[in-house]
Antibody, heavy 117, light 107 residues
Framework: QVQLVQSGAEVKEPGASVKFSCRASGYTFTSYVMHWVRQAPGQRFEWMGWINPGNGDRKYSQKFQGRVIVTRDTSASTAYMELSSLRSEDTAVYYC??????????WGQGTLVTVSS | DIQMTQSPSSLSTSVGDRVTITCRASQSISSYLNWYQQKPGKAPKLLIYAASSLQNGVPSRFSGSESGTDFTLTISSLQPEDFATYYCQQSYTTPLTFGGGTRVEIK
């Protein structure tokens, strides 16, 4: 079955960077794009970007342009997202999610990031 | 960005009731509308894709419909395991955008 297993919770100071991982199994990693979405407390879901693991193409939300980088390691069936210049408003649960033609079908379990001094 | 307006934000209801949740897109999104269910501390689960197609394994009491830029999720007879928060999401274009959620609570 499709599984997306994400890295563990992080606590970061303002100004730091954080790198998330998302290991995929149960399907061909290079055949589906991987989205990154976050959910801050009391806020709606916010799409951050996606990567096509097959060819490395990527696209970012304008809101996060310049602060986010998504990469992948096809040999490990793992996608990564790095978010830099963290601020308190970045405290949220971050999800990787498998994308297909009609949207998103499977989600990782989420990674909580707390930004606090 | 396409705005997704979801209503109601919460509702109190009973087991066996029929529940209807609506989502309105700020512009045409064709049928690129998905519905998710989320329980506390868990990842969202896809229920309906392409506005009205039932995801594999999802009970048939869940259904979706569309009329222009208005979309509806219906639960025909609410079961105890259906108490959760429901979200719509458009996948017509990036940035993907989501509704604000509807919390379905026990009356």
């Amino acid at each position: 079955q499709v599984q997306l297993v994400q890295s563990g919770a992080e606590v970061k100071e303002p100004g730091a960077s954080v790198k998330f991982s998302c290991r995929a199994s149960g399907y061909t990693f290079t055949s589906y794009v991987m989205h990154w979405v976050r959910q801050a407390p009391g806020q709606r879901f916010e799409w951050m970007g996606w990567i096509n693991p097959g060819n490395g193409d990527r696209k970012y939300s304008q809101k996060f342009q310049g602060r986010v980088i998504v990469t992948r390691d096809t040999s490990a069936s793992t996608a990564y997202m790095e978010l830099s210049s963290l601020r308190s408003e970045d405290t949220a649960v971050y999800y990787c999610a498998r994308g297909y033609s009609s949207g998103i079908d499977y989600w990782g379990q989420g990674t909580l990031v707390t930004v606090s001094s | 960005d396409i705005q997704m307006t979801q209503s109601p934000s919460s509702l109190s209801t009973s087991v066996g009731d029929r529940v209807t949740i609506t989502c309105r897109a700020s512009q045409s999104i064709s049928s690129y509308l998905n519905w998710y269910q989320q329980k506390p501390g868990k990842a969202p689960k896809l229920l309906i894709y392409a506005a009205s197609s039932l995801q594999n394994g999802v009970p048939s009491r869940f259904s979706g419909s569309e009329s222009g830029t208005d979309f509806t999720l219906t639960i025909s007879s609410l079961q105890p395991e259906d108490f959760a928060t429901y979200y719509c999401q458009q996948s017509y274009t990036t940035p993907l955008t989501f509704g604000g959620g509807t919390r379905v609570e026990i009356k």
